[in-house]
């Protein structure tokens, strides 16, 4: 209570040192998703916004000398673990317990302890969302709204059907809120040891694997689309 969490990622490239050797960056576009590679991220997180604020103005006058603000986006819970659709988030996530198996990248191999970090801004379509009937908004997700149940007939399009971590990986991932009421939409931060698993993701909300797009994107538009590797705690104090 009344600290802040922390995370520090930076452009395959930029943390060469100590890094895994095939990662790469969001250098091109992945169908209509844009890619706006930056060189860094912060990611600071706390219970209120006051000292989340003097946290963020403190490292940026660290480091004032070597970087500039590119994009800046403030985020916020909504109704506890759901998103703007509505919908609850992160229901396939691995508890905290099992997640550093998932999200970490394992000792003995470069940037041991360091994790991939996929990051887009999504905008949504509230009206067109909000005008849908819940039946449909459910075969969008590919859930029940009320509890996040999974539909044995969800469409093949479905958000759950186009992101299935059964078959592209397991990941840990956050949808946080942003914006204000005539503009919002959604931060997608997606962590894993694997970076292959959120490219597949990618490329299947996309369409690209089988020919038609995640349903979701019918009514979200990505507005951008960086990967960063975020270090160890360590790595980063030896740096």
């Not at 452009?11 to 576009?29: K, M, S, T, V």
């Not at 990611?43 to 963020?56: E, L, N, P, R, T």
């Not at 819970?77 to 919908?87: A, N, W």
């Not at 809120?177 to 292959?196: I, K």
Request: proline share 7%.
């Amino acid at each position: 209570m009344g600290g802040v969490n922390l995370v520090a990622g930076f452009r395959p490239g930029l943390w060469q040192a100590d890094a895994p050797a095939d990662l790469h960056g969001f250098d091109e576009d992945v169908g209509f998703m844009p890619a706006t590679q930056q060189d860094a991220v912060l990611w600071i997180s706390g219970a209120s916004y006051d000292v989340v604020f003097d946290v963020a103005r403190a490292a940026l006058a660290e480091l004032a000398a070597v970087a500039e603000v590119a994009e800046e986006t403030s985020s916020w819970p909504y109704h506890h673990d759901r998103d703007l659709t509505g919908f609850i988030d992160g229901t396939e996530n691995p508890t905290l317990l099992e997640a550093p198996e998932i999200v970490l990248v394992p000792e003995g191999r470069p940037g041991a302890g360091g994790t991939v970090l996929l990051l887009q801004k999504w905008a949504h379509r509230a009206p067109a969302w909000e005008a849908l009937p819940i039946p449909t908004q459910e075969a969008v997700i590919g859930r029940r709204k009320s509890d996040s149940e999974e539909l044995e007939d969800k469409p093949a399009d479905s958000h759950v059907a186009s992101t299935d971590q059964d078959t592209f990986g397991h990941i840990f991932r956050r949808n946080m809120p942003y914006g204000t009421v005539s503009d919002h939409g959604t931060m997608f931060v997606g962590f894993c040891a694997a970076q292959e698993s959120l490219q597949a993701m990618l490329e299947s909300m996309a369409g690209l694997r089988t020919g038609k797009p995640d349903a979701l994107t019918g009514y979200t538009t990505p507005l951008t689309g960086a990967y960063y590797f975020v270090p160890s705690a360590t790595a980063l104090g030896s740096l």
